[in-house]
């Protein structure tokens, strides 16, 4: 019997991150494993500058660029690293479906957004990453990339500025922060969306911007846009209400022995109150908190009838499905969220494209099988309480 | 069929030999454009070996100024190697063994200036044709020496092969990045061997030991569990700081090594150049013309040496695979991501994925995982000739294929990657995630024409 071997010469760079441990190729390299610097045989039909240049660009240059969130660029095939660089780990990210951050199963519930690589793409990036990472036609000039500065969906109605510079010092790598604003609203406001513009990008790895004792606005991650509501949903905020705002910081290794101060702006975008007078409220379902990482299986139960617009999942691992069923009384079965290889560290919100209507005392059902933990972008996940909330308009 | 690849730099030995051309052959390549393999760059220093550049430059670890090759994917006697390197698969002429495929750094040179390798092929001062050779690079030759199954080591420098030579004797086989044995003794590389039940279950654990010439490592199995098909896991370390490798064999039958001398047992001597088992021909014509037709008696080598210029002439049907100065990519692997040979309607492009499949499924029986990977490029070849089509889907089937395409390419990727290793639990949960893909894939274009 013959031997082969596969696409991709076995020469593959393997990089670690100080104590962050890498897979690649079913190999999970200690955290102390040394940097293996090799190269494969360029065997890829596709090339940096005339294929994968425009996927990058288009589907992660929003945080993969310079001064962007993201600790590397993608934007360049080897300046101060680069994809070439980074080409294993892109590899390693999109086998195991961590990157892009978004983990929509395309057979649940479509929902608003959608930011995922088709097959295709997929397919082209991973052929360049394993087959020798070429550079292409070296005549063609590719474009600079920065990360996108500014509002994404332009100017807000309300900046409201955190009231101080949030710092963390040298050697401080990760905290959070809250802080309390006031609104100041004399009248209640409707809100269509809120957005962060994050003082210090490459720092600023999540937000949560809320109502003092109301909704959920927003949870911010990097490259977010700010995304309306379905069928005119919006949030009230009342009048002298508060907003609290919890940042995570996490320093790019670069930054780990400076002092970064940040002082973020929440923007709110405003709208008409809707015909229903209704607001966007939240409906918690926790899950539990025994064993993380194994297979679940928890409900809650809708108390009022409502229109379900989005649902948000804080997970406490990865997990490798995630599913959230509505069922009514009469035992009919209607899927609200399905998730695939869903990461803890993209809590997000996955705003429905068709919102479901509901009536009293539905209930929920979540499902979830768990993921390898020992895959991953970061070593060990980011984990939160397991937590299903819906967001729900009631009637 | 193997596939060739390259990383690496030279190898010391060069073997100036050449592909006896045949007088047909000779006038196709005359009159077929100098098409040549791209220049490649590699890097001298020892150690260095894997540096492989599209372009000039310096070596990015040791800083050397980058040598250019011309890397091509050529087949030769798996034991008279120098002798005969032709274009595609075929038979040696000096024993009839079937011809394996290798990559190769192709150089020209002048009587005068024998160590001067140049990159083109031409005439010297003396007006005679410039003599073109061949070297192997390091993992341009992943065959089995003596009949087993042939792994690389997730360090990409220790490579292994087990065999199953006797009953109740497994022996395994060391190689170095050159495909050359080395001794293992002294090394401190230990390991144990697992024997495991049809379902997987490990029921007798064997120390290894070493061979008496210290370049091989036996086992001997309890007489419980020698029976075959053996399915066996050896668990290498290759050094004390590096973890565990698994490697997973299946034996379906006694392996034959066919190595001249070769005795089975504990003693053996192993031989550098064993020839493998019969090796697949490749699914399409292979890279450049047909290899010639054996001549009763090899005519010497340097009367083959004339012009024979390599080129490039991509089989009909087939795309340029130089263009974009890409390295050589082997034939077997350029048939199954052709996307223009495949049907054109959903129905026949289905039945194409499964028979794909198929071909993974037998190879999964058969334990052969060091094959797994080609089927499973072809099946992802098909998926996504399969997704222009899924325009075709209403809504939920086109989600559904969608998903199932995605995961059709990234166990495809996985398969891939966990093959070379040997790594069985890898590879089946992979297969069994494409699997259920393929499944997924078939339900989706279910009807649709």
Request: net charge neutral; hydrophobic share 40%.
């Amino acid at each position: 019997m013959k031997a082969l071997v596969s696409f991709g010469a076995r020469h593959a760079r393997i990089i670690t991150w100080g104590t962050l441990g890498l897979v690649w190729a079913g190999l999970v390299l200690s955290s102390t494993s040394t940097t293996v610097d090799a190269h494969k045989a360029k065997t890829s039909p596709f090339s940096y500058n005339v294929d994968i240049f425009p996927l990058l660009r288009d589907n992660c240059g929003r945080c993969h660029a310079d001064g962007g969130p993201a600790p590397m660029s993608l934007m360049t095939y080897d300046k101060d690293g680069g994809a070439i660089a980074w080409a294993e780990s892109m590899r390693e990210m999109l086998l195991i479906g961590a990157m892009p951050p978004w983990y929509a199963d395309p057979t649940g519930p479509a929902v608003r957004n959608n930011h995922s690589l088709s097959p295709r793409e997929l397919d082209k990036i991973i052929t360049w990453a394993t087959g020798g990472t070429p550079h292409g036609d070296l005549n063609i000039k590719l474009p600079a990339v920065s990360a996108r500065t500014g509002w994404a969906g332009g100017k807000p109605d309300l900046e409201l500025p955190m009231p101080q510079p949030y710092t963390l010092g040298p050697g401080v790598m990760q905290a959070s922060n809250e802080v309390s604003i006031p609104t100041n609203f004399t009248d209640a406001k409707w809100v269509k969306a809120a957005d962060l513009l994050p003082g210090v990008a490459s720092a600023v790895r999540r937000a949560y911007i809320s109502v003092d004792g109301g909704p959920m606005l927003q949870i911010w991650e990097p490259g977010d846009d700010a995304v309306e509501p379905p069928s005119g949903a919006a949030f009230k905020v009342p009048a002298g209400a508060k907003l609290k705002l919890k940042i995570d910081y996490k320093k790019s290794w670069q930054d780990e022995q400076k002092a970064v101060s940040d002082k973020s702006v929440i923007g709110l975008y405003f709208t008409e109150e809707p015909l229903s007078g209704k607001s966007i409220e939240p409906v918690a379902i926790d899950g539990p908190t025994d064993a993380p990482g194994s297979p679940r299986s928890f409900s809650g139960t809708l108390t009022k009838a409502g229109r379900v617009v989005a649902l948000r999942a804080m997970l406490d691992g990865p997990y490798a499905s995630v599913e959230v069923t509505a069922v009514a009384a009469s035992g009919r079965r209607v899927p609200l969220l399905k998730l695939h290889n869903a990461r803890p560290e993209w809590p997000r919100r996955y705003w429905l494209v068709d919102p479901v209507e509901l009536p009293a005392n539905t209930k929920i059902e979540v499902t979830m099988q768990p993921g390898d933990p020992d895959v991953g972008p970061l070593g060990k996940a980011e984990t939160f309480p397991l937590q299903i909330s819906l967001d729900v308009v009631p009637q | 069929m193997k596939k060739p690849f390259a990383g690496l730099a030279v190898v010391a030995l060069a073997l100036a030999f050449s592909a006896a051309p045949h007088a047909a052959g000779q006038a196709a390549r005359t009159a077929a454009a100098q098409k040549l393999p791209p220049l490649s760059y590699v890097c001298t220093m020892p150690g260095d070996e894997d540096v492989l550049e599209d372009h000039p430059g310096n070596c990015p670890k040791c800083k050397m100024t980058l040598v250019p090759v011309r890397l091509d994917a050529k087949y030769w006697c798996p034991v008279h190697q120098a002798l005969e390197v032709h274009d595609g698969p075929g038979t040696c002429r000096r024993d009839g063994r079937d011809l394996v495929q290798v990559t190769l750094a192709l150089s020209w040179s002048c009587a005068d200036a024998a160590d001067t390798k140049l990159m083109e092929p031409g005439k010297c001062a003396d007006g005679s044709a410039r003599k073109i050779g061949y070297e192997l690079r390091a993992h341009g030759d992943h065959n089995p020496r003596h009949g087993g199954q042939f792994f690389m080591a997730a360090d990409a420098w220790h490579h292994v092969e087990g065999t199953y030579p006797q009953n109740g004797l497994f022996k395994a086989f060391f190689y170095d990045n050159f495909t050359k044995p080395f001794a293992v003794r002294g090394k401190g590389i230990t390991g144990v061997l697992a024997v495991r039940d049809a379902k997987d279950k490990e029921i007798a654990t064997v120390p290894l030991t070493i061979g008496r010439d210290g370049t091989t490592m036996d086992a001997k199995l309890p007489p419980a569990a020698t029976a075959l098909p053996l399915r066996v896991t050896l668990k290498m370390k290759f050094s004390a700081k590096t973890p565990e490798q698994p490697f997973d064999f299946q034996f379906n039958e006694l392996s034959k090594d066919t190595t001249v001398g070769a005795t089975v047992g504990p003693t053996s001597t192993p031989r550098p150049t064993a020839a493998p088992a019969a090796p697949k021909p490749a699914a399409t014509p292979a890279i450049a013309a047909a290899a010639p037709p054996a001549p009763t008696q090899a005519p010497p080598a340097a009367a083959d040496n004339n012009n024979a210029a390599p080129q490039f002439q991509p089989p009909a049907g087939q795309p340029d695979l130089y263009a974009g100065e890409i390295a050589p990519m082997p034939p077997a692997l350029a048939a199954v991501l052709n996307e223009e040979v495949l049907p054109k309607d959903i129905t026949a492009l289905v039945a194409e994925l499964m028979d794909r499949a198929g071909q993974i499924d037998k190879l999964m029986k058969e334990g052969n995982l060091a094959e797994v990977w080609l089927p499973a490029m072809g099946t992802k070849t098909v998926a996504l000739v399969l997704e222009q089509h899924s325009s075709a889907l209403p809504a939920a089937k086109r989600a559904q294929a969608i998903s199932a395409t995605r995961r059709v390419v990234t166990s495809a990727w996985e398969i891939d990657g966990y093959g070379d290793l040997g790594n069985r639990t890898k590879i089946v949960e992979a297969y069994n995630r494409m699997a259920t893909a393929v499944a997924d894939l078939k339900a989706a274009y279910e009807g649709a024409r």
